[in-house]
Every structure is written in C-alpha cells, then in structure tokens.
C-alpha cells in the first residue's frame, strides 16, 4: 500500500489581489492534511471521504462538456489521465488502460463534526494528493510525478471552479510551508520566512462563502 498526503492552506495577505496577472499574496501550508492510500486493484477506482456525508465511488473519469464544471474528483483524474495519454501518443486509447488502483481519498479532517468546512482549502490539497497518486499509479516515477503534479492539479483544480481559481491554494498544499504567490495564467511560488510572525488565531464565519460566486462579485 502507498501513502500519499498534501496539507491545508491558508491566505494571510493578498485576498483578490491574487486573482490579476502579477497580483501578489502570502500563503502558509497548515495541518490538518487530505491523505490517499493506492493498493492494486481490478480496475481505477476512486472513492472521496469527506465525512460531511457517505464516502463516493468513482468509476468513470470522462472530460466534461465544454462550459460544464466537472466534480472535482473526475476533473484530476480525467485531467492526469489526458497528461499521460500525451506523454504515450496513445489519446484515443487511454481508456483502454487505466491504472488498475483503487485510490481512496479521505479529506474529513477539513470537516467539522456538523458536516461543515473548516476553512483550510480542501479541495486545493485534493487535487495535489490525488494527482500525484494517479500519477503515480500509472508508473511515473517520483521524479516526474513531483515535476508535473502542482500543474495538472492547478488546471483540474481551475476546472472545478469553473475557471476562476488563482491557484494559490493548490501552490501552498503542494510545496508547503510559507510563501509569496505571484498570480497569473501561468502563477509562481518563491518560499519566505515568516518565523516572526507569531501565533495565529482563524474564526469561522457564520456560513461558507462560495469561491466562484465572491470571484464574480470581485471581477464585476
């Protein structure tokens, strides 16, 4: 069995500023993490536990119509899938060989005990985690898992939010620690030091914000 994990995030500095071409913003990594265990199976399949209800099964991973946002899970999957069919020259058969993994995903340490987030980007440390797990089941090694695991999972990640995602989140869930994130179509991470920062406190607001939604609040 293969253990994967990839840890929260937070913005401290930056809010929308993030979203613009060069726009800057301060992130940290924190605890809690998503966590994904790979054991051979008889064919892909991916099942999420977020304990805000039943675990999910996944057993197709079709790229979405053009202008729908796909679930978050097929969308890493079809997005990694998609890449290594590229680095075969086998597009039109990649359905024919699937890892055979079953791949489980478990993000219920970002849920409270009511079902509700907790705040720490959990679906950003999903698409790192299990990106890098699908690319691992299909026999990449380390290296080039690690080289194209924080892309494929911005894109997938992107996708999801229906493309409105800065990607500061998945940049500080796949390098971890602190650091300044430059924003953009193509963004970039450079680690800072922030030990002088202190202690920390985070407050819940009395209900979850939608990122898409604020995102065109912003852009209007």
Known sequence: MTRISAPGNLLLGGEYAVLEEGGLGIALAVEPRVHA???????????????AGPDIAHDTFDTPRSGSAPDLIPAVV????????????????????LPAYRIDIDSSAFYRP??????????????????????????LNTETTAAHTVRL????????????????????????????????????????D????????????????????????YRA
């Open 78 to 97: 079809s997005q990694a899938l998609d890449f290594m069919a590229i680095l075969s020259h086998t597009t039109s058969e990649r359905r024919r060989s």
């Open 153 to 192: 999972a911005l894109e997938a990640h992107r996708a999801f939010q229906s493309g409105t995602g800065s990607g500061y989140d998945v940049f500080c869930s796949y390098h971890g620690g602190t650091g300044l994130f430059t924003g953009g179509t193509h963004p970039a991470w450079a680690p800072i």
């Open 114 to 139: 009511d079902g509700r987030k907790r705040g720490f980007g959990s679906s950003a440390a999903v698409s790192v985690c299990l990106t890098a797990a699908v690319l691992q089941a299909t026999g």
């Open 37 to 51: 265990t790979m054991r051979p199976a008889q064919r892909l399949r991916v099942v999420g536990k977020t304990g």
């Open 194 to 217: 922030l030990s002088w920062l202190g202690s920390l406190a985070v407050f819940n607001n009395p209900s979850p914000v939608k990122t898409p939604g604020s995102i065109a609040r």
